[in-house]
């Protein structure tokens, strides 16, 4: 599976952008994720989805403003970031992983380490001004 993150730019504080991962294979058949690198900071899980788009996770820092989403007909999933924050400035990675968190009797929540995640695209910056 190869990805290729797309969308990040300079936006105001309270601004919007949507990021896309455009992908090679099927995209129904992994778990997705967006994480986020700020300078100086670890890599931190922003967003995720399940297998099959049966279940979805955020950080306790986006929920209410961040929306991540696929679309299985362009391969694509995309993260819909709203009312944003200068905190919000970092590298924006996708990633993808064949764990089936969310789905049936597995975890509740998704992998939540960049080690555990097999495929990643190459970074996006976003950057918010005050």
């Known amino acids: 599976v190869q990805l290729q993150a797309s969308g990040g730019g300079l936006v105001q504080a309270g601004g919007s952008l949507r990021l896309s991962c455009a992908t090679s294979?099927?995209?129904?058949?992994?778990?997705a994720a967006w994480f986020r690198q700020a300078p100086g900071k670890e890599r931190e899980l922003v967003a995720a989805i399940s297998w099959g788009d049966i279940s979805i996770d955020y950080a306790e820092s986006v929920k209410g403003r961040f929306t991540i989403s696929r679309d299985n007909a362009k391969s694509t999933v995309y993260l819909q970031m709203n009312s944003l924050k200068p905190e919000d400035t970092a590298v924006y990675y996708c990633?993808?992983?064949?764990?089936?968190w969310g789905v049936g009797g597995t975890a509740t929540t998704p992998p939540a380490f960049p080690g555990e995640y097999e495929f990643w695209g190459q970074g996006t910056l976003v950057t918010v001004s005050s």
């Open positions: 294979g099927r995209t129904f058949t992994y778990a």
């Open positions: 990633a993808a992983t064949h764990n089936t």
